[in-house]
């Protein structure tokens, strides 16, 4: 049986288009913030700064939170644990000979790491200082890595879900889009509350990973799948 389209792009064109447009759409909103950032905007510092500090005054007063964020970010949705998720998938696509989703799995990891490095050499942002730090983490701030390979990891995961489980139940779609909602959302909390990144560092990761997703998506075009031999059934 063919994997159909994922239904968040069967309309407007075709899945491509509407990829197209998405990371457009998301690109554009990225390149924007990276040049308020990189201008040192005073209304986007004074309001990251506002955040930061009202978070970190949480978890110094708060340490049992502090411990929970800190496992969550360095073990649960660290950007290791993704990377192995998205390894993993590749793998069982491979073997499924699904060579076109595993190349896309593939392309969609490499080029958001090698971008999210590039930008943060690029722009060089200083993470916060804290005379009492929760926690450490080196390189420049902007973009959050945690963030960005979040966003690709449980994206990428979730549209393969639909494409190779189109007959899911709406319990189980709605379980899996769930989590991965709360993982990108979660991650991106926890980096801010743990006092490692600006909250726009966070929000530029996500746009980042959101761009690279889906413009790896429109080049690899992974709903495609091949038709199968005559008198044959389907990989």
Do not use: E
């Not at 970010?73 to 998720?85: E, F, G, Y």
């Not at 690709?152 to 007959?167: E, N, S, T």
């Amino acid at each position: 049986m063919h994997a159909p389209p994922a239904p968040a792009v069967i309309r407007g064109g075709g899945p491509r288009a509407v990829c197209l447009r998405y990371c457009a759409a998301t690109t554009a909103v990225f390149l924007l913030l990276l040049a308020l950032v990189a201008d040192r905007w005073a209304p986007l510092t004074d309001t990251d700064r506002r955040i930061a500090v009202a978070f970190h005054a949480f978890g110094v007063r708060h340490p049992g939170w502090t411990r929970v964020n800190r496992v969550l970010s360095d073990h649960v949705w660290d950007p290791s644990t993704m990377r192995a998720l998205l390894a993993v998938c590749l793998l069982v696509l491979l073997w499924r000979r699904a060579g076109r989703q595993a190349l896309w799995l593939a392309l969609c990891g490499v080029l958001g790491w090698v971008l999210q490095q590039a930008v943060k050499a690029a722009v060089g942002r200083p993470r916060p200082h804290w005379p009492d730090p929760l926690a450490t983490a080196p390189y420049a701030a902007f973009p959050s890595g945690h963030a960005m390979t979040a966003a690709i990891g449980c994206g990428a995961l979730v549209w393969v879900f639909h494409l190779r489980c189109p007959g899911a139940g709406v319990l189980l779609r709605a379980a899996v889009w769930s989590l991965a909602a709360v993982s990108v959302a979660g991650v991106g909390l926890t980096r801010v509350y743990l006092g490692v990144h600006w909250p726009s560092d966070v929000v530029g990761g996500w746009l980042l990973g959101a761009a690279v997703l889906t413009g790896t998506a429109a080049l690899c075009q992974p709903w495609r799948t091949p038709a199968p031999p005559p008198g044959g059934r389907d990989a």
